[in-house]
């Protein structure tokens, strides 16, 4: 498996989102495989979880960037979640590695 290239967006089943810049460390926040539902590496390629609870590992699913469901999570967590943020809205880069870096600094924690 290869890993993902850093910051990791995570989504949760409502769509809350949740930045990890160190993927090495995504342990610290999925607890198990079972609490994963989905994520992107920040060149949009879909992430899958494994590993026994507590030693959790993220690593690619797939080597193909998913550039419309990244943009649409994105947008669906900045519509409904990102009540905090000035704007409620996303960040404008056409390129999806530079998009995702931006939403990753321009998070809020909900």
């Known amino acids: ?3 993902p290239m850093d910051p990791v967006l995570l989504f949760d089943e409502s769509g809350r989102m949740f930045v990890v810049h160190e ?5 610290e926040l999925i607890g198990s495989e079972d609490e994963f539902l989905e994520g992107y590496d920040g ?3 879909p992430v899958c979880a494994y590993g026994a609870p ?10 193909e960037p998913q550039t419309d469901m990244v943009r649409e999570r994105v947008e669906h967590y900045y519509f409904v979640f990102a009540a905090r943020h000035p704007t409620r ?3 404008e880069e056409e390129d999806l ?3 995702i870096r931006a939403v990753a600094e321009d998070w809020v924690d909900e």
Do not use: E, I, K, W
Not at 23 to 27: D, E, F, R, W
Not at 54 to 63: E, F, P, Y
């Open 1 to 3: 498996m290869t890993h």
């Open 23 to 27: 993927p090495s460390l995504a342990n």
């Open 43 to 45: 060149y949009g390629r």
């Open 54 to 63: 507590g030693h959790v590992v993220l690593a690619l699913a797939d080597t």
């Open 89 to 91: 809205t996303p960040p």
């Open 97 to 99: 590695a530079s998009f």
